[in-house]
């Protein structure tokens, strides 16, 4: 996209008082035009009048565009690309999803990626078969041509974006945070791989923004609407992989879920609870204590229908829908 416009996005963006919603009510509004700073300030006046949130001057308007100013110069510097929803390089999933956010920043190859994407997520601290389950699907996955996304973490995520290398495959980082850094920062050096090999970083958030509770939660839900499905390799009932589990159930898509092997069970591992809770549920016909299932009752029955269980690898074909 012309970059007059992608600056006109991020001053919007910039405004106190403008989330994602009402951001994307302003796009609407704008459509695909490339408007003057004076023409914005207007419709941003005029947007704002029955708008109590919105926090709107001269003099934090001229602010809001140098911020944009400086976040496309510090781009450049960095080899940062930004695209915006309008943009035809957004990921066209993404865009069908409740969580598509206005502007991304990225790093890497946007051009010729594939065109199927799964996302592997998990606990920081999987079990011996969790981490075996992450790698097996993955490479699964990876060998059928999907696009690995995941979000850089200690555990599952590692373990899902280093299976897809070693399987030559694509893989997606989606980070809480500036893409002037990598967080955990353990995890550089596979960020770097993740680049060099052809993949991506990707992130909503500007140079120089730092993670937060906040930010992950954000982070998690954009991993489930690059997604066609997500495969949740194990959780405890209050992980935060169940913020793109969840997510995934809200747009309508599945929600793959490996069962637990019986010597987990017998351990009484944590991390395995919402496994055992996700697939009981379409028998139970509830998530019990899961943390951010608040689905309301008309909603639950379609969520069920969408919760996949894998029990072996013999299931991968069907479950992943692989035709060849």
């Known amino acids: 996209m012309n970059k007059d416009y992608i600056k006109n996005i991020l001053s ?17 509004i704008i459509g695909d035009n490339v408007l003057s700073e004076n023409s914005i300030y207007d419709l941003l006046d005029e947007y704002s009048k029955n708008k109590r949130t919105i926090t709107l001057s001269k003099e934090s308007f001229k602010s809001a565009v140098e911020q944009a100013e400086e976040q496309l110069e510090l781009a450049e510097k960095y080899n940062i690309g930004v695209i915006c929803r309008e943009d035809p390089l957004y990921p066209p999933l993404l865009k069908e999803s409740a ?4 502007i ?17 997520i998990g606990t920081r601290n999987p079990t011996e078969h969790g981490a075996i389950i992450a790698q097996r699907i993955t490479t699964y996955l990876a060998e059928n041509k999907f696009s690995i996304v995941s979000g850089l ?5 590692s373990i899902a974006h280093k299976a897809a290398l070693a399987a030559k495959g694509h893989t ?28 991506l970083l990707i992130s909503t958030y500007g140079i120089g923004e730092k993670p937060s509770a906040y930010t992950f939660a954000a982070r998690d839900k954009i991993q489930s609407g690059l997604s066609e499905f997500v495969v949740m390799i ?12 969840q997510a995934a159930l809200a747009d309508g898509r599945k929600l793959i879920v490996p069962r637990p092997t019986q010597r987990d069970i017998n351990n009484r591992e944590p991390n395995i609870e919402a496994n055992s809770i996700l697939i009981d549920a379409q028998i139970k016909k509830t998530f019990a204590n899961l943390k951010g ?15 996949v269980t894998l029990n072996n690898k013999f299931e991968y074909k069907q479950a992943f829908n692989i035709t060849d």
């Open 104 to 120: 991304i920043f990225y790093k890497g190859n946007i051009n010729n990626l594939p065109s199927r994407y799964a996302a592997v």
């Open 293 to 307: 299932f608040n689905f309301k009752e008309n909603q639950i029955d379609n969520c069920l229908k969408n919760i």
């Open 172 to 199: 997606i980082a989606v980070l809480a945070h500036g893409l002037d850094s990598v967080f955990p920062s353990q995890n550089k050096e596979l960020a770097e791989q993740i680049i060099d090999n052809g993949g």
């Open 12 to 28: 919007i963006s910039y405004i106190k008082g403008i989330g994602p919603s009402k951001l994307k009510d302003i796009l609407n």
């Open 99 to 102: 969580y598509d956010p206005a």
């Open 234 to 245: 194990q959780s405890g009932v209050n992980g935060g992989s169940l913020i793109a589990s």
């Open 153 to 157: 973490a200690i555990g599952c995520d």
